[in-house]
């Protein structure tokens, strides 16, 4: 394992600040006249939600869907567990579920399936990043903020191993490294 001194940062905080603006000038109008919920899904979505919510113009209300799913580091098993129930009714309302990453898509694909059985009008899929991978579920993301290969990133909300989230900004992790400052295994 390497320790880099210096993250490599694929997205800034500068990039991601330009790039919210943009989607949320976006969401704003194909939401205007609707009843907008946001859902974010813990843990991953914090900082892009807070980012994110603070750029609307319009009323809405946002809640939290606690989802986990157990794997290594670095990859998802696949099994989903619910570890928060949303607390707000969303019957009859417009969703908007905000996630940090669409990876396999068991994730968003869980967790759309899930709020659609309290009948609301419309869930649509808003992610930071979209993974360029073949997803293991079937599920379209309907705004994304950037794109990217098969990496592994941590850093704005991704963790590795729980830790990093807080980071400004997104940053790359090579197969053979861990983030600066992290202990290396021997
Ligand atoms: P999916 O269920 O495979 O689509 O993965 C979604 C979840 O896996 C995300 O919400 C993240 O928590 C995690 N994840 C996927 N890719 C990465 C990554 O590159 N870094 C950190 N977490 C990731
Ligand atoms: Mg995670």
């Excluded at 994110?52 to 809640?63: M, Q, T």
């Excluded at 309907?142 to 704005?156: K, P, R």
Aim: hydrophobic share 40%; proline share 3%; net charge negative.
């Amino acid at each position: 394992m390497k320790n880099n001194k210096e993250p490599n940062i694929l997205f800034s905080s500068q990039q991601i600040h330009d790039r919210l603006v943009v989607m949320v000038n976006e969401i704003e109008k194909d939401y205007r006249d609707k009843d907008l919920v946001v859902v974010a899904v813990l843990k991953g979505s914090v900082l892009f939600l807070a980012d994110l919510v603070r750029g609307f113009s319009r009323p809405l209300a946002f809640d939290f869907i606690g989802v986990s799913s157990y794997g290594n580091s670095r990859t998802s098993l696949g099994v989903i567990n619910l570890s928060k129930q949303i607390s707000i009714d969303i019957r009859d309302k417009d969703v908007l579920v905000v996630d940090d990453i669409l990876d396999s898509g068991r994730t968003l694909g869980w967790v759309k399936e899930h709020l659609c059985k309290f009948g609301p009008r419309s869930v649509k899929i808003c992610v930071l990043l979209k993974k360029e991978v073949e997803r293991v579920i079937e599920v379209e993301a309907d705004y994304v903020g950037f794109t990217l290969a098969d990496v592994f990133v941590y850093g704005y909300g991704l963790d590795y191993r729980d830790r990093y989230r807080h980071l400004p900004y997104i940053a790359k992790l090579g197969d053979d490294e861990v983030p600066p400052g992290e202990t290396v295994d021997e």
